[in-house]
């Protein structure tokens, strides 16, 4: 049967271990997809970003696309109706600041035109200082007269120039189609000037609808040109605090992109329809968006999220085995209190019959007349009467552990004298049997204090104490008694023998229902007097210990709180 359990339990550990073993694993496994998955997200969240702002921007540079096949003196009219149309159905209008016109002249006075809106037509002005850094450019690359761009300029793309930030691109003309193959003719340059606080802003947008959560942002966002910022999420952010990078990318495509040919694209002398193409400006750094998790690196977050999981696994597994442990030991528990039970019910029964068959013994010789003699009757009376109480006294034990596995006691504290009781329950218990031959001492200092006690109680609790110390004494046939303060209120109150004393693996279980020592087998017994003892003790609000050397006695020490102060009745 033993072997059986140390079977089951070896089992259980087992299994326990490969359920650790297995969810390590898995959890590894649970890892690596969850980075994947947050990794595919993020790419997602940056290309979706990127294509948004991109969108933004065609929508205005395709306002102002040319027809290449226009006459020259139509592009300034239509420039200014796209421009109205463009504002009636944006949802940006403020992302245009003003509209130019750079017109390459044959003469040496070029101008330069500004979309005025609100009369729909272009008027003649001064470079404003915003667009001082591109003038030197535009009028490098406009031929004087008009004629084919510089190799280096990028016919049909525009351009971001980022720190203006504006969008520029040549206006060509192909109103001859007998000359497609000839060099295309530039006429100027057409200059959209952006609201930097509008693109901010746009880029706020689009960072809060793809990189944040219901409690905020799950990453810092910034977009950086040369290791400035352009754009970001929280104002703190650095440049170092955005390192390592979980994911980088160019909004724009790169300058080196190749140009595209429109008349490669003719159909009949009319362009087929097509985005245009945005590129950034050769001389500055690409905006870049820059995203970085706000726990870290996404593999500091997956690894924080991995231990997580596995101290929360693992504490269900260590809540499963100390579940099993206790189930254990509540198992082994049970049976040992099973085994007390039983012993103790063989014991009562021994214990119960032995007075029960005396009293008869004796009662049925008085009643016959067998005993005639006074003295001889004396001597059954005081049988009858000494098994009597011993009979009492343990019916009383049974009925008062019975009663407190079914209620509370109630205890009527109040100033009780010690040497009262010390002297009351040491001549109880010289009248019994198990008495004779005990020497009884006692040692009670004069100026012991009442102690709040309900004499009833502290009687029997005392009792069981000298009563425990009678049947332990072994052969040295002494005990005493005890009674001294014990500082800060309290009074100490001791029963000593020299009897054969407690093995230390028995003394932690000695206050247990049923429970007998080692040393005590052979001694009759219901088990239950120490357990009623320290239940009294603590019910009217004092402690029980115990103390021993094996083979040279114990000592009991009951200590409770002194009655100086006003007694408070207590139910436990």
Same mark, same amino acid.
């Given at each position: 049967?033993?072997? *059986?359990?140390? %079977?089951?339990?070896?089992?259980?550990? =087992?299994?326990? @271990?490969?359920?650790?073993?297995?969810?390590?694993?898995?959890?590894?496994?649970?890892?690596?997809?969850?980075?994947?998955?947050?990794?595919?997200? #993020?790419?997602?969240?940056?290309?979706?970003?990127?294509?948004?702002?991109?969108?933004?921007?065609?929508?205005?540079?395709?306002?102002?696309?040319?027809?290449?096949?226009?006459?020259?003196?139509?592009?300034?009219?239509?420039?200014?109706?796209?421009?109205?149309?463009?504002?009636?159905?944006?949802?940006?209008?403020?992302?245009?600041?003003?509209?130019?016109?750079? *017109?390459?002249?044959?003469?040496?006075?070029?101008?330069?035109? /500004?979309?005025?809106?609100?009369?729909?037509?272009?008027?003649?002005?001064?470079?404003?200082?915003?667009?001082?850094?591109? $003038?030197?450019?535009?009028?490098?690359?406009?031929?004087?007269?008009?004629?084919?761009?510089?190799?280096?300029?990028?016919?049909?793309?525009?351009?971001?120039?980022?720190?203006?930030?504006?969008?520029?691109?040549?206006?060509?003309?192909?109103?001859?189609?007998?000359?497609?193959?000839?060099?295309?003719?530039?006429?100027?340059?057409?200059?959209?000037?952006?609201?930097?606080?509008?693109?901010?802003?746009?880029?706020?947008?689009?960072?809060?609808?793809? &990189?944040?959560?219901?409690?905020?942002?799950?990453?810092?966002?910034?977009?950086?040109?040369?290791?400035?910022?352009?754009?970001?999420?929280?104002?703190?952010?650095?440049?170092?605090?955005?390192?390592?990078?979980?994911?980088?990318?160019?909004?724009?495509?790169?300058?080196?992109?190749?140009?595209?040919?429109?008349?490669?694209?003719?159909?009949?002398?009319?362009?087929?329809?097509?985005?245009?193409?945005?590129?950034?400006?050769?001389?500055?750094?690409?905006?870049?968006?820059?995203?970085?998790?706000?726990?870290?690196?996404?593999?500091?977050?997956?690894?924080?999220?991995?231990?997580?999981?596995?101290?929360?696994? !693992?504490?269900?597994?260590?809540?499963?085995?100390?579940?099993?442990?206790?189930?254990?030991?509540?198992?082994?528990?049970?049976? $040992?209190?099973?085994?007390?039970? #039983?012993? &103790?019910?063989?014991?009562?029964?021994?214990?119960?019959?032995?007075?029960?068959? @005396?009293?008869?013994?004796?009662?049925?010789?008085? =009643?016959?007349?067998?005993?005639?003699?006074?003295?001889?009757?004396?001597?059954?009376?005081?049988?009858?009467?000494?098994? %009597?109480?011993?009979?009492?006294?343990?019916?009383?034990?049974?009925?008062? !552990?019975?009663? +407190?596995?079914?209620?509370?006691?109630?205890?009527?504290?109040?100033?009780?004298?010690?040497?009262?009781?010390?002297?009351?329950?040491? =001549?109880?218990?010289?009248?019994?049997?198990?008495?004779?031959?005990?020497? /009884?001492?006692?040692?009670?200092?004069?100026?012991?204090?009442?102690?709040?006690?309900?004499?009833?109680?502290?009687?029997?609790?005392?009792?069981?104490?000298?009563?425990?110390?009678?049947?332990?004494? +072994?052969?040295?046939?002494?005990?005493?008694?005890?009674?001294?303060?014990?500082?800060?209120?309290?009074?100490?109150?001791?029963?000593?023998?020299? %009897?054969?004393?407690?093995?230390?693996?028995?003394?932690?279980?000695? !206050?247990?229902? &049923?429970?007998?020592?080692?040393?005590?087998?052979?001694?009759?017994?219901?088990?239950?007097?120490?357990?009623?003892?320290?239940?009294?003790?603590?019910? /009217?609000?004092?402690?029980?210990?115990?103390?021993?050397?094996?083979?040279?006695?114990?000592? !009991?020490?009951?200590?409770?709180?002194?009655?100086?102060?006003?007694?408070?009745?207590?139910?436990?």
């Amino acid at each position: 049967m033993a072997l *059986r359990r140390v %079977g089951l339990v070896v089992l259980l550990a =087992a299994v326990l @271990v490969l359920l650790a073993v297995l969810q390590y694993r898995w959890s590894l496994e649970v890892s690596r997809a969850e980075r994947t998955r947050i990794e595919t997200s #993020l790419n997602n969240s940056v290309n979706q970003f990127r294509q948004e702002f991109y969108r933004e921007l065609t929508q205005v540079s395709t306002t102002f696309h040319n027809d290449p096949m226009a006459e020259p003196e139509d592009f300034w009219t239509t420039y200014a109706e796209r421009y109205q149309a463009w504002a009636r159905t944006t949802s940006r209008p403020d992302l245009v600041t003003n509209v130019y016109v750079w *017109r390459a002249s044959a003469s040496a006075e070029s101008k330069l035109l /500004m979309l005025v809106p609100a009369d729909n037509r272009f008027v003649e002005v001064e470079w404003p200082a915003s667009l001082a850094s591109l $003038r030197a450019r535009v009028e490098n690359e406009s031929p004087q007269p008009p004629g084919p761009p510089a190799p280096e300029l990028r016919a049909f793309a525009w351009t971001l120039e980022q720190r203006i930030p504006a969008l520029v691109r040549p206006v060509l003309n192909f109103s001859r189609p007998r000359r497609m193959q000839q060099p295309r003719v530039i006429l100027g340059f057409v200059i959209v000037e952006l609201n930097r606080a509008a693109i901010e802003h746009m880029l706020g947008e689009l960072a809060q609808r793809y &990189f944040s959560g219901p409690d905020g942002f799950i990453y810092n966002v910034a977009v950086m040109s040369g290791g400035e910022p352009i754009y970001r999420s929280d104002p703190q952010l650095t440049a170092a605090s955005l390192n390592p990078k979980d994911a980088r990318t160019a909004l724009l495509p790169g300058p080196e992109m190749p140009p595209r040919d429109p008349a490669a694209r003719l159909r009949k002398g009319r362009p087929r329809p097509r985005g245009a193409i945005i590129i950034p400006s050769r001389d500055e750094d690409p905006w870049q968006l820059v995203v970085r998790h706000r726990g870290g690196s996404l593999e500091a977050v997956v690894a924080a999220d991995r231990w997580r999981n596995l101290l929360l696994s !693992f504490g269900v597994l260590l809540v499963l085995a100390v579940s099993m442990a206790l189930v254990i030991v509540s198992a082994q528990r049970a049976r $040992r209190l099973a085994r007390l039970q #039983l012993e &103790f019910v063989a014991g009562v029964s021994h214990e119960l019959r032995t007075p029960v068959a @005396v009293i008869c013994s004796a009662a049925d010789n008085l =009643a016959e007349g067998l005993v005639g003699a006074k003295d001889q009757v004396k001597e059954y009376g005081s049988v009858i009467r000494n098994e %009597g109480r011993r009979l009492a006294g343990m019916i009383e034990q049974i009925l008062h !552990f019975a009663a +407190g596995q079914s209620r509370r006691a109630s205890y009527d504290l109040r100033p009780v004298a010690v040497s009262e009781v010390v002297a009351s329950v040491l =001549a109880n218990i010289a009248a019994l049997p198990e008495a004779a031959g005990v020497t /009884m001492e006692r040692a009670i200092d004069p100026d012991v204090p009442a102690v709040a006690a309900d004499p009833t109680a502290l009687t029997r609790c005392l009792e069981n104490l000298v009563m425990n110390a009678v049947k332990y004494g +072994g052969e040295g046939r002494w005990l005493l008694v005890r009674a001294a303060r014990a500082g800060e209120g309290r009074v100490r109150i001791g029963v000593e023998d020299r %009897g054969v004393g407690i093995e230390p693996a028995d003394l932690a279980h000695i !206050f247990e229902p &049923f429970y007998r020592g080692k040393n005590g087998q052979t001694i009759h017994g219901t088990g239950l007097g120490l357990s009623l003892a320290r239940d009294i003790a603590e019910g /009217m609000g004092g402690r029980l210990e115990a103390s021993s050397v094996p083979g040279r006695g114990s000592t !009991f020490t009951l200590e409770l709180a002194a009655a100086a102060e006003k007694p408070v009745p207590q139910t436990v």
